[in-house]
């Protein structure tokens, strides 16, 4: 397993041909993956947690903050990404089945917003490995940029998208004690209880 982060401050923007076989490593079939990505490299593909890696899916804000925590004052982060109005840190296996009960044990667990919690069993939907090209803008979209007064649009959500993406075949992985750190801090920082139950149990697939 690759040295930590904070070792060369290094955050890649986009997923390398290392960190598409890493990812690909945690299906039971890595080449019917990169396959898939060499014929279309901006598709989303569910991957199974518990091998390669475990996620930890956190509100969007919260979320933030425990990866500026990890990168401020801790060793960094691994792969993290940005899904559905949630922030997806992928951490080491078993960190799933173990943060939760470490939460419970903090005075501060229960101040963190409900943490989903993904590890064997369970599948995710990683973003592409290049954002999608969003094309040129459609004809007289100039002409509706600025809606009237009074009238409201709402902004598209974003698209699924990696903040920090894998870049090495063997990316250093956060424990369940250095996410319980990170979160313990955040929450503090916050110094308000944003949550009741501060983790939840995952569904066997993160909403894509």
């Known amino acids: 397993m690759s040295r930590p982060p904070q070792d060369s401050l290094h955050t890649a923007a ?7 076989d890493w990812l690909a490593s945690a299906s039971a079939s ?3 993956v990169q396959a898939l990505w060499a014929q279309s490299p901006t598709a989303a593909v569910t991957l199974p947690c518990g091998t390669a ?6 509100d ?9 925590r990890l990168w401020s004052d801790g060793p960094g982060t691994g792969p993290v990404a940005a899904q559905g109005g949630r922030v997806m840190l992928f951490a080491v296996p078993g960190a799933a089945q173990r943060l939760p009960a470490l939460l419970g044990w903090e005075e501060w667990g229960a101040a963190a917003p409900p943490l989903l919690c993904y590890g064997r069993g369970d599948a995710v939907t990683v973003p592409p490995l290049f954002p999608p090209d969003p094309g040129p803008p459609p004809p007289g979209a100039a002409e509706h940029a600025a809606p009237e007064s009074g009238a409201r649009e709402s902004a598209p959500a974003p ?4 903040l920090v993406a894998p870049d ?3 990316p250093w992985l956060p424990g369940p004690e250095v996410l ?5 801090r955040a929450a503090r920082a916050t110094g308000d209880n944003l949550g009741g139950t501060a983790v ?3 569904p066997a697939m993160f909403p894509g």
């Open 14 to 20: 986009f997923v390398t041909p290392a960190g598409a």
């Open 30 to 32: 890595p080449r019917g």
């Open 53 to 58: 890696f475990d996620v930890i899916s956190m």
């Open 60 to 68: 969007a804000l919260f979320g933030r903050q425990v990866v500026s």
């Open 159 to 162: 698209s699924p998208r990696w």
């Open 168 to 170: 090495v075949r063997a």
């Open 180 to 184: 319980l750190w990170a979160c313990v």
């Open 200 to 202: 939840t149990s995952a």
